[in-house]
C-alpha cells in the first residue's frame, strides 16, 4: 500500500503543480508567484485530507519530496513559458492544463482514499468518498481562489462530479480487491473528464437569462 500511495501523490503532485504553474504564469506572476502557486495546487488537497483525517503535521511537511517536486515542476513551466508557448484553449497550454488537470484530479482522489484506508481506523463509505474528493478538488480550488478566478469545479465541464464518480466507484470495489478499485477509480474520473472536455458536457446551469428576468422584477 506504501508503494501504491507513493506513486499516486506523486503523479499528483506534479500534474496539479504543473497546472497551477501554468495558471500562474497565464495570470502573468514571476517566478515567486508560479511556484507558490504550484505549490499550492499540488499540496493543498494532501494537506486538507490529513486534516480532516487528523493526521497532523501533514505529510506535506513529514516528506519534503512533495514540496520539492512541486517546486521543481514549477520552476520547468516558467522556464518553457519564458521560451514562448501559445496560450489558445485549442493549443499546447489547453491540452496540457486538461491532460495534467485530469491526471491530477483523478490521482489525488483516489489516493485521499487509499490514505484513510491506510490509517486502520473503520472509516464509513460517506467519508471515504468525502476525503477523496476533498483531496481531488482541494488543490485546484486554492489554486484559483489565489490566482483571483472562480474555482473550477463550478464553472467547467465535469469536473468535481467525475472526481465524485471516481470515488464512489473505488470504495464500492474496494472490498474485492483494493489495487483494483484504485486503479479503476483513478481511470474513471481521468476517463470522464477527457471525455467531459472533448464533448463539452456540462452539468445543467440557471441560465443568464434567467438572472436578467429575476434582477428586472425585483
Known sequence: MDTI???LEIIGTVA??????????RRDMDIFGVIILGLTTAVGGGVIRDLVLGLTPPRTFLHPIYA???IAASVAVFLIARHGWTEKASGPYGITMLVMD???LGAFTVSGIATAIDTGEEHGAFLLIFVGVVTGVGGGVLRDVLAGETPYIFRKHVYASASILGAVLCVLLRGLNLTLAIAL???AVVITRLLAAFFRWNLPHAGRAANIKGDEEQ
Open 5 to 7: 500511495l507513493l506513486t
Open 16 to 25: 496539479f503543480a504543473v497546472s497551477g504553474a501554468f495558471a500562474a504564469v
Open 68 to 70: 520539492l517536486l512541486s
Open 102 to 104: 485530469s491526471l491530477g
Open 185 to 187: 477509480g483513478m481511470a
